[in-house]
């Protein structure tokens, strides 16, 4: 994603503090203070993009369906900082963070969400189901798990070509429990290709808590009897993610095989636009959001460090709106697709 394009946290700083830190205390090892604002700035794009998302689906402008990434954004932005060129990102149906981190211009992607010509997509492919070959992002799939297999088959590519990517699959606690997961698993480890499975365990799948649908809720060691190590991220903490991220992505490209990452995290919203997520209480999402919330910490760390001011926060929350609001409108105004579109890309020569 581009370095620009970013935004504001749910709550700005100049709402829970008074002025700012002229310096701070001497920072730890770990990022940089560039890295550090550029993690700030791409969670902050996706949590702006999706409430805008959120706002053009309630007044129609996007049909269908529609999964929100809030409050799991550092998973998305701590693996990108962990990749490297050519690996390629795959995912479930919830991948607007996704897309975004890849590098997709906010505007296509906004597009695609309307079913306009101008999306990445071609308007084809809807929230669901966006694609990007040049961003190396391989979906946006609607079947639940699915997306683990193809991973699988963009790791075999790699180990076949011998180019040294890693392929990095994401699916979430309900996806954990599908079958070809396990199957996917066994290949992946008796040809020891180079994937990272990434689980998003945000605790609900569809709505059901993961302690009624699961006899094993540390989905970490789900890999055990394949033999693929495994851990557990604080999946609301970004450099624990891009940390844990590197040390699976290094076990990979040393021909060891896949790794498992299990990211513990949680979605602000219900699982789709449609979810009035009744299954659990204002109160647990609002202490979640009071005391985990992914961006406030990086906030936290930049002030502490005397890395970012007041001011310097909001001009990244004013660049991060304006980015959004010229992709919302991009994709308002971009054309329909013309109806010859539905026989193109259907098939393609290779």
């Known amino acids: 994603m581009a370095r620009g394009q970013t935004m504001a946290a749910q709550k700005g700083p100049a709402q829970r503090r008074s002025g700012a830190k002229a310096a701070g205390p001497a920072a730890p090892a770990g990022p940089t203070r560039d890295e550090l604002l550029a993690y700030y700035r791409d969670m902050l794009l996706i949590r702006r993009f999706e409430e805008r998302a959120g706002q053009l689906y309630g007044m129609g402008l996007i049909g269908g369906f529609c999964h929100l990434y809030i409050g799991q954004e550092a998973i998305a932005v701590g693996v990108q900082a962990a990749k490297r060129p050519g690996d390629q990102m795959i995912t479930g149906y919830r991948d607007h963070g996704h897309m975004l981190v890849c590098g997709m211009d906010p505007r296509e ?28 992002f391989y979906g946006g799939h609607g079947i639940v798990g699915a997306q683990v297999s193809l991973g699988t088959g963009l790791a075999l590519a790699n180990a076949y070509r011998g180019d040294g990517k890693v392929s990095w699959a994401f699916y979430g606690d309900g996806a954990a429990n599908q079958g070809q997961v396990y199957e996917s698993f066994n290949m992946a480890q008796v040809w020891k290709l180079p994937i990272v499975y990434v689980i998003e365990n945000n605790e609900y799948a569809m709505g059901t808590a993961i302690d009624r649908s699961s006899s094993e809720t540390r989905l970490h060691k789900r890999g055990v009897s394949f033999n693929i190590p495994g851990e557990e991220v604080d999946g609301m903490d970004v450099t624990a993610v891009k940390t844990a991220a590197q040390r699976a992505a290094e076990h990979c490209r040393t021909g060891k095989g896949p ?92």
Not at 112 to 127: I, M, N, Q, V
């Open 109 to 136: 992607v906004m597009a695609e969400l309307t079913g306009r010509s101008g999306g990445s997509s071609r308007g084809k492919g809807g929230s669901m189901h966006m694609f990007s070959t040049e961003a190396a």
């Open 259 to 350: 790794y498992l990452l299990e990211m513990k995290t949680y979605r602000y919203r219900g699982h789709s636009m449609s979810d009035p997520a009744k299954y659990r209480t204002r109160e647990e999402v609002d202490e979640v959001r009071k005391t985990r919330d992914p961006i406030e910490h990086v906030e936290d760390l930049l002030e502490k460090y005397g890395w970012a001011d007041e001011a310097a926060l909001k001009a990244i929350d004013a660049e991060v709106k304006r980015i959004v609001a010229d992709a919302a409108e991009f994709a308002r105004t971009s054309p329909e697709p013309h109806p010859s579109e539905l026989y193109t890309d259907v098939y393609t020569e290779a």
